[in-house]
């Protein structure tokens, strides 16, 4: 049941504005608020991802970066050595994205509390110099990508519309999954341990290996935002996966509302947008956010889904 | 190849010791508990009660000695396996799932008891075959009327029927329980002797407890640590009349009444 709550009104017009944008840009001639806002979808797809872990699963991992990088350097790479399907690209963006978090997953997820934000903080760093040192493929300046992703006609990811709508049906089903997920029996079991990790082994739950599936889950996920991100941007580097990337994508969760599934999404426009809004007005921009950011986290723990007087998912 | 005795007992533990540091937690204890009795473990503070506890839960490891548990080994199987061969444990200090709803609570409890959990698309929330042995378990306890709100809203003593609730979810064959009665007022404290006399009938329980009108009311056997060390154990009118125990425990609570 649907009940005309000040909070759907919102979510609707949100949806509507997103779907309707590619028309708004034609009729306006504005090329730029398309691009502002395909930017906004691909970085609330890994806000989503990384909300599965961070607001589900209680695990601050403060490296969800790197998986973009990952994805957006697997299509670098595999662009500047000629092979430039993106049947081939985005499978290898998703798997290389898949591997890295089981690997720092399976170590990581043995720690708690502050060891854990600590060592995915880690991994990330190694990541981003790992792949600095690159020279091949340009190191600390990036690669740029020649010809984006190529796919069967008529996709077209040149095509800036399209591609939009890409982003944005790959941004939708991310949300319809983590919503299947979130309720699904791993889903609860996901959010008992972050309610108390204790009790749910000693009612019988080898948690370990249900948040590492979660983790593998999410970083795949934010692998994809990755491969769509670089196909963005038409170049990769590794200022993508630098650790304040991965601050941003927290913030983006917890301003948007923590453990909601459209909240990162709310998290990813109000960011972004008033970073292109208050940049535009003053160049200290962030003396003004950073208030703004500091009375979310105080006043409104549920985040700007709390706000909207969110009814917990159920 | 493991022998399986029909009078041996279904949880039988012996020489168990665990040390923090200088601490004596639990030192050299052997006891058996039968199937369908319940046995107190009493003692003063800091005895090694709940130290047993999670000892025997597999929260701890042990230092030394085995805990045989309807005829297997179990000293070295982790927290969730013994949750999976029907051990049961409810906690001292509430340990709820405070974000979740009641309902969402204990039918955690029988999902854990219903194979692995790796189901990613049907909600879970709709399936009958967790909702109802939830909420079966919710109606023994008397908590029906407030399944779907938040565990943080009840109030204490209904956290502990909330704790009793998803225990009894899992269908264990036997019950490990840590002060069920901590902070409840005498009305509470009743409800809950009487809900564990029906629950005698059909578990096996351990009841570590300071309420010894509740203890004596309930127990089959009792056993008596002090510094933990068994200093006693056999029925409640022995235990009463044991010179030792009255000594170190029993009279000095008397004593602290007056």
Known sequence: MRRLTLRNVVVAALLAALVLLPVYAGLAHDRFVLTLFTRIVILAMAAVSLNLILGFGGMMSFGHAAYLGIGGYAVGILAFEGVPSGLVQWPVALGASALFALVIGALSLRTRGVYFIMITLAFAQMAYYIVAGLARYGGDDGLTIQKRSQFFAPLDLGDKVQFYYLCLVLLFAALYLVWRLVNSRFGLVIQGARSNDMRMRAIGFPTYRYKLVCFVIAGTLCGLAGALLANHADFVSPAMMYWTRSGDLIVMVVLGGMGSVLGPVFGAVALLVLEEVLSGITEYWQIILGPLLLLVVLFARGGIDGLLGKVRHD | ?258
């Open chain 2, 1 to 258: 190849m493991i022998e399986r005795n029909p009078a041996a007992p279904l949880l039988q533990i012996e020489g168990l010791a665990k040390r923090f540091g200088g601490v004596v937690a639990t030192d050299d204890v052997t006891l058996g508990i039968a199937a369908g009795e319940l046995h107190a473990v009493i003692g003063p503070n800091g005895a090694g009660k709940t130290t047993l506890i999670a000892q025997l839960a597999g929260q701890l490891p042990p230092d030394a000695g085995r805990i045989r548990f309807a005829g297997e080994d179990i000293s070295a199987l982790p927290m969730h396996r013994r949750s999976h061969l029907g051990l049961a444990r409810s906690f001292q200090i509430t340990s709820l799932f405070l974000d979740l709803s009641v309902l969402d609570n204990v039918a955690l409890a029988v999902q854990a008891r219903a194979g692995h959990s790796f189901h990613f698309w049907r909600n879970a929330r709709l399936e009958a075959e967790l909702r109802q042995p939830a909420r079966a378990a919710l109606a023994r306890v008397g908590l029906s009327a407030r399944e779907n709100l938040p565990a943080s809203a009840l109030s204490h003593g209904e956290h502990r029927l909330l704790e009793l609730a998803m225990a009894l979810a899992g269908q264990p064959r036997m019950l490990l329980l840590d002060e069920p009665m901590a902070g409840l007022g005498p009305e509470e404290s009743a409800r809950m002797v009487g809900m564990l006399r029906d629950l005698k009938k059909e578990l096996t329980i351990l009841l570590v407890e300071h309420d010894m009108e509740a203890v004596f009311a309930l127990a089959d056997r009792i056993t008596v640590l002090v510094y933990g060390r068994v200093i006693a154990s056999g029925a409640p009118a022995d235990i009463r009349a044991n010179a030792q125990v009255r000594d170190a425990y029993l009279g000095e609570q008397e004593a602290g009444h007056a």
